[in-house]
T-cell receptor, first 116, second 114 residues
Framework: GAVVSQHPSWVICKSGTSVKIECRSLDFQATTMFWYRQFPKQSLMLMAT?????????EQGVEKDKFLINHASLTLSTLTVTSAHPEDSSFYIC????????????FGPGTRLTVL | AQSVTQPDIHITVSEGASLELRCNYS??????LFWYVQSPGQGLQLLLKYFSGDTLVQGIKGFEAEFKRSQSSFNLRKPSVHWSDAAEYFC????????????FGTGTRLQVFP
């Protein structure tokens, strides 16, 4: 299957700083990418959907100024957690799919963010 | 509203035994249904999906799942579990008009004893 990578795999930062997480589709063009958040022992919660060249669509309750998403190319989407606080500590997972809505979503390995 | 329930948080089986992981969903119509597996350090991998047609779906790694509309269930099965199957398993539902929005269950952690 297709491969999606995330970088970094883990990051520790100080409260108040910003952190950027990259999501790349390595062998296919990802028209749409998704960002999820996963809390310990809980399910994945969709944060936002981004289409290449368009503004991201955020789910209800997700602060768009806090979680900046950029999908500048068909192989790269970035999530920037701005002014991070300890409550932003979580496991962030991206996924990517092709042009069709019924195309399979391929998931990245996730990024563990710890804010001190 | 859509929701997915995986009643079993943790399941332990012996290698070679059969396995069934339960998944119940709530949705007003027939949804798209998925099973994913997540191993440590790995991304979620799609095991199988149901969109329409035959309600018994075959997936990778010897897994299968059966869609039962009357029970709103999509249980995952495998006749003989291997130690490498130890992982976290997630059931997910996608709406037919917006399959982008996958609603995930809370997952079932499978432990396999030799």
């Amino acid at each position: 299957g297709a491969v999606v990578s995330q970088h970094p795999s883990w990051v520790i930062c100080k409260s108040g700083t910003s952190v950027k997480i990259e999501c790349r589709s390595l062998d296919f063009q990802a028209t749409t990418m998704f960002w999820y958040r996963q809390f310990p022992k809980q399910s994945l919660m969709l944060m936002a959907t981004s289409n290449e060249g368009s503004k991201a669509t955020y789910e209800q309750g997700v602060e768009k100024d806090k979680f900046l998403i950029n999908h500048a190319s068909l192989t790269l989407s970035t999530l920037t957690v701005t002014s991070a606080h300890p409550e932003d500590s979580s496991f962030y997972i991206c996924s990517a799919r092709g042009r069709q809505r019924t195309d399979t979503q391929y998931f990245g390995p996730g990024t563990r963010l710890t804010v001190l | 509203a859509q929701s997915v329930t995986q009643p079993d948080i943790h399941i332990t089986v012996s290698e070679g035994a059969s396995l069934e992981l339960r998944c119940n969903y709530s949705y007003g119509a027939t949804p798209y249904l998925f099973w994913y597996v997540q191993s440590p350090g790995q991304g979620l991998q799609l095991l199988l999906k149901y969109f329409s047609g035959d309600t018994l779906v075959q997936g990778i790694k010897g897994f299968e799942a059966e869609f039962k509309r009357s029970q709103s269930s999509f249980n995952l099965r495998k006749p003989s579990v291997h130690w490498s199957d130890a992982a976290e398993y997630f059931c997910a539902v996608g709406a037919r008009i917006d399959t982008d929005k996958l609603i995930f269950g809370t997952g079932t952690r499978l432990q396999v004893f030799p």
